[in-house]
């Protein structure tokens, strides 16, 4: 009795047949669910963020474009953007470990972590399309 109970609790998660772990992150309930459901909404904050980005940079070379035209001294936009990107995530990787130490070690330190990636990513990828606005890209 005791062996079946331990090979139910050490059951893997059901996987799919691309790899992912079927869980439904509406009804999440085990902590390892919770953990996979928290990276998946970071995963996807994280795809956000990568289009805005592309769409910022380009908003900044045509920001560097036309104002190349009044003189080299006014160019710096898209060095700007990579250098505000590279802090930022600097940023986001301390904050968002020191998020994870409200539960250090623990089963719950990934979703807290996770957590902290993707609501840091949502605010920045909205930073990301105001750059993009200025521009009218």
Not at 33 to 44: G, P, V
Request: net charge negative; aromatic share 6%.
């Amino acid at each position: 009795m005791l062996a079946a109970a331990f090979l139910l609790l050490s059951a893997p998660l059901a996987v799919a047949q691309d790899g992912e772990p079927e869980v439904d992150c509406e009804n999440a309930q085990a902590q390892i669910e919770m953990n996979i459901c928290a990276d998946r909404d970071y995963l996807a904050a994280d795809g956000e963020l990568n289009a805005a980005y592309k769409a910022a940079m380009a908003a900044a070379r045509e920001m560097d474009e036309q104002a190349g035209e009044m003189g080299e001294h006014y160019v710096g936009a898209v060095d700007a953007l990579k250098r505000a990107q590279r802090a930022w995530i600097g940023y986001r990787d301390g904050q968002c470990e020191l998020a994870g130490f409200e539960a250090r070690g623990g089963s719950m330190e990934p979703m807290l972590v996770s957590g902290c990636l993707a609501d840091l990513t949502r605010k920045r990828t909205a930073e990301l399309k105001a750059v993009s606005a200025i521009s009218g890209n």
